[in-house]
């Protein structure tokens, strides 16, 4: 029974392959660019003020009041963006809050990195720490993350810590996201 299961499968599976007007021809793929890839127009290096009061201390200096996107994933809460400009490099910022269930402190719980990296991509610094604190606030209110000094990513230009610290808005309501 099995097998005669199996053949009627297979028939229909030819039929309907057969039905294909491009079968038999070579496949071809898109040609691929030679030259280098460019970088899109950047926004300005100045990000709009918001409820955010975030700084960092270290190999990098800088502060700031903007607010970054929230989202959230099953056991997961993220805030993530672009920041300002450091000496003409773009800051990037991407907090995971592990295990997160609803708004409350995480202890050790949370994922902090931080990098610099140049739009041409001959700078690159990269900076984390795996076992921050945070809580998460409720409603759009964000969340504030206490210092924590993050470590220079072997294989990245950054030499010396960066401390990360203070309360990061979200521009929305915290939605469900890609994880």
């Not at 030259?35 to 190999?59: D, I, K, L, Q, Y």
């Not at 970054?68 to 300002?84: E, H, N, V």
């Amino acid at each position: 029974m099995r097998t005669g299961i199996v053949a009627v499968f297979a028939v229909a599976c030819l039929t309907a392959c057969s039905n294909n007007p491009d079968a038999g021809k070579p496949i071809r793929f898109n040609p691929v660019p030679t030259g280098a890839a460019v970088a899109p127009a950047s926004a300005s290096a100045a990000p709009a003020a918001g409820s955010s009061r975030v700084r960092a201390t270290g190999e990098v200096e800088y502060t700031t009041t903007q607010d970054f996107q929230c989202s959230y994933a099953i056991d997961d809460f993220f805030i993530r963006g672009r920041m300002g400009e450091y000496d003409g490099e773009p800051l990037f910022m991407s907090i995971n809050v592990e295990f997160y269930k609803r708004p409350g402190t995480y202890t050790r719980r949370t994922q902090v990195l931080f990098r610099r990296i140049s739009d041409d991509l001959k700078h690159y610094a990269s900076w984390y720490h795996g076992e921050a604190t945070m809580t998460v606030l409720p409603g759009r209110r964000g969340a504030d993350l206490q210092p924590i000094t993050l470590i220079p990513e072997s294989g990245s230009a950054a030499t010396k810590p960066v401390t990360l610290e203070g309360h990061f808005g979200c521009l929305n309501d915290p939605t469900p996201g890609p994880g």
